[in-house]
């Protein structure tokens, strides 16, 4: 038994990622990189004209170790012998990489992901059961408030209060459940 992930959240935005592969998948994983604000560098012999048509770097060849020279993640998208090869120079080089389907080469699993009003929800199973984990991100789609904006902009200027009241961490959440009650109680006399 593997010992438990550690779910981390990745500020992208102007950092450099590989992407191997120009295919399908690929195409799949582009519009996520690119909405992080990656500087995105697309490696494969064949690439689908959706991938080159988007705002990236792209090179028609196999891949090579030194192309990830620089970059903070890759996410082969590949066969699985290419998944392989660039899991193992990845690793060399202290890259994490996401490894499309390949559980084993994989040192960074992509989860299923929520946004909305300013809150991102990822669910993962670990890279065992990804279709599993798309159902769950539904199932949370469906309870998460469509204004929970409100409920950010709320905790937003409670912690700023509270950490310019010098409010200890311990009484914080407590405070800010009153807050959001208040919240709630105000919009439902206003429906009323």
Not at 174 to 188: D, G, H, K
């Amino acid at each position: 038994m593997s010992l438990p992930l550690f779910p981390v959240f990745l500020k992208l935005e102007a950092r450099q990622v590989l992407l191997v592969g120009g295919g399908r998948v690929a195409a799949s994983r582009l519009p996520a990189l690119l909405a992080s604000g990656a500087s995105v560098t697309v490696v494969a012999p064949e690439v689908r004209d959706e991938v080159a048509a988007q705002p990236v770097r792209v090179e028609r060849r196999a891949f090579r170790p030194d192309d990830l020279d620089g970059a903070w993640l890759v996410v082969a998208a590949a066969d699985r012998e290419t998944n392989r090869a660039v899991a193992e120079a990845a690793e060399r080089r202290r890259v994490f990489v996401n490894a499309v389907d390949d559980v084993q080469s994989a040192s960074v699993y992509t989860a299923g992901v929520l946004r909305r009003g300013g809150v991102t929800v990822a669910v993962s199973t670990e890279g065992r059961a990804p279709a599993l984990a798309g159902l769950l991100r539904e199932a949370l789609e469906a309870v998460l408030p469509e204004d929970v904006s409100a409920w950010v902009e709320v905790a937003a200027r409670a912690r700023r209060e509270q950490r310019q009241a010098g409010v200890p961490l311990a009484q914080r959440r407590p405070l800010l459940l009153r807050a959001l009650e208040e919240l709630y109680e105000s919009r439902q006399e206003a429906t009323s």
